[in-house]
């Protein structure tokens, strides 16, 4: 019974000092405005910059399994040699995926790939049909695994088996390097843009909490005078902080999803961006983007009022 009374006080006091931290958000609406105003573009920065990593790795990812290595075989292989070879890239954790190009299918590719070309056709006839080796086409997992499987394919073993190594064509390579480095860029320039607009929204709402705290100076100290705990002062501030960080959160995520939503159907049919849409909607996704970028804004918000509040609310600690 007495658990009871306990338990329903401690609601009827948490529900009293929202109530007040809600209106105090009201009392100081300009300031209230843009404190909020920063945090927003703050949280939309943190939260646009995991969107955009997350897409320039998954471009990075799938461009860079298109781009192929490829192991031209000596004519003489042996059977057992190829095997080897097979068995030893197919192992590989480097290895996304793996094709043998026979002879024929080197032919008829050239042939696809040239039908326009009649001086390439008629150099081919002249040759021979077999002139074209044999071939293994490796897809790496990523970027950097190429050269871990070129050390596989250039193993002494191999030297009789294997005529010559192609690490994909030259420009695309570049271009999926130039990627990469564009993603670490966009990493580094816009956790320092979250960081310099965080660092604003706490000054702001630091000074928005200490002049509330100078406006109820007087009503204050007539809690103080009537035994009100610390914890009874300090609530409604904090509810109010916390409560810039919940409607700038919310407004984070609405503006973020809205550039996905409309952005997203136009790219879902390349390769490169589909996989990115598919994940940030999944409702899941959406649910977790929302309660991690609310949960930053309450954190960001509540850090600024105790900052504000231990400076200028003289409290004793009972």
Do not use: C
Request: charged share 20%; aromatic share 10%.
């Amino acid at each position: 019974m007495r658990r009871d009374r306990s338990i329903k006080r401690w609601l009827i006091t948490v529900y009293r000092l929202s109530i007040t931290g809600i209106r105090n958000l009201f009392r100081n609406a300009w300031l209230s405005v843009a404190a909020m105003a920063v945090m927003f573009v703050a949280l939309s920065i943190l939260l646009f910059t995991v969107v955009l990593n997350v897409t320039t790795s998954n471009a990075i990812t799938e461009l860079s399994r298109n781009l192929k290595v490829s192991i031209y075989l000596e004519d003489d292989i042996t059977n057992e040699q190829r095997f080897e070879l097979e068995t030893a890239l197919a192992s590989s954790p480097y290895t996304a995926d793996l094709e043998f190009i026979s002879k024929d299918d080197a032919r008829a590719r050239f042939v696809e790939n040239f039908r326009d070309d009649e001086a390439l056709l008629e150099g081919l006839f002249l040759v021979g049909d077999d002139s074209l080796p044999a071939s293994y086409e490796v897809s790496a997992v990523s970027l950097d695994d190429f050269g871990n499987i070129e050390v596989i394919a250039l193993d002494e073993q191999f030297d009789e088996a294997i005529e010559s190594i192609t690490l994909g064509r030259t420009d695309a390579r570049a271009t999926i390097e130039r990627a990469a480095q564009a993603q670490a860029f966009i990493t580094s320039a816009s956790a320092l843009a979250a960081i310099i607009f965080t660092v604003i929204s706490v000054l702001i709402i630091f000074n928005t909490i200490r002049i509330a705290i100078f406006t109820r100076n007087e009503e204050i100290r007539n809690m103080k005078l009537v035994g009100a705990t610390p914890w009874y002062i300090r609530g409604p501030f904090l509810v109010e902080a916390s409560m810039y960080g919940v409607i700038s959160g919310v407004l984070a995520v609405v503006a973020v999803y809205s550039i996905i939503y409309s952005i997203g159907p136009n790219i879902i049919n390349q390769d490169e961006f589909r996989a990115t849409y598919e994940f940030f909607t999944q409702p899941t996704v959406i649910i977790l983007a929302l309660i991690a970028t609310v949960t930053s804004g309450i954190v960001v918000g509540a850090f600024s009022s105790m900052l504000a509040m231990r400076k200028y609310l003289r409290l004793k600690h009972w």
